[in-house]
């Protein structure tokens, strides 16, 4: 039987340590935790790596301190849109969504699109009435909306017009999960708002299978955060997959390779988790911070937003 082992971020680009209160770092490491211990728990129990990762996932989604479902960033027109994604390693089997704006917890849509199995994608207003047919969650849009992402949409406007950078957490977000269970098998979810101010409609590489979210068994699980248009051209999470397979790379080298190698010309902000067949985990970034958490095969289970790792009781 397989040691099982899991990692979950909540997306690349936090701000400096000095912009949030001890007590708000904190409450957000305490998410960390939390989503930790949900996936962890069906992999304790025995339950699959695909049931693990859409666990923690939805706790990053229900809180307000990730970009996803509740406090999700806004677009242009000051309008929530959804992407999420979910793989199993065991069959490639794949369900993502697009530009969703009603559903509670987008990572249950893609989930249950994976299982419906007549298409591996859907996007928007059929995402959201697939979603509803379902039986899942609906919220209005005022659900997704905090004061927080009001001000970044309202700082990225303000950018716009003087021409000059947001900070790496007022543009984008992402939170995800990768899993190997006691049978070997291997997942990825990915579930994120994109980033502030995004065009009406766009798309970024969360919901895309191959490049925010990927997993194959015997080989890794992927899931990324950072600017998705270049995850997308990278197709980042195949990319460390076929180094491993074809060159032989372990998991640390492949995975540093592509986000501090391959995208590293485009200066842009990139991190992920992953995982491979025997539960070694990798969390590289090039950002100031992510928030990420990890439970390795021996069971010691940590979290983390910057440099400092703490440890947490499971």
Known sequence: MTKIALAIHGGCGVMPEDSMSVEEWAAARDDIAAALRAGYAVLASGGRAVEAVEAAVVVMENSAHFNAGHGAALNENGIHELDASIMDGETLAAGAISAARTIRNPVKAARALMEDGRAVFLTAGAADT????????????????????????????????????????????????????????????????????????????????GAGTYARDGICAVSGTGKGEFFIRYVVGH??????????????????????RDLAPHQIGAGLVAIDAKGAISAPFNTPGMFRGWVTPEGKAFVATHETIHAIVL
């Open 239 to 260: 990319e460390i997959a076929s180094r491993m397979a074809y060159l032989g790379e372990d998991l640390e080298t492949a995975a540093d390779v592509v986000v501090n």
């Open 130 to 209: 697939f979603a509803e047919a379902k039986g899942l969650d609906i919220e209005p849009q005022s659900y997704f909306t905090t004061r927080k992402r009001q001000d970044a949409l309202a700082a990225m406007k303000s950018h716009a017009t003087a021409g000059t950078e947001g900070t790496e957490n007022e543009k984008h977000g992402t939170v995800g999960a990768v899993a190997l269970d006691a049978a070997g098998h291997l997942a990825a979810a990915t579930s994120t708002g994109g980033y502030t101010n995004k065009p009406d409609g766009r798309v970024g590489d969360s919901p895309v299978i």
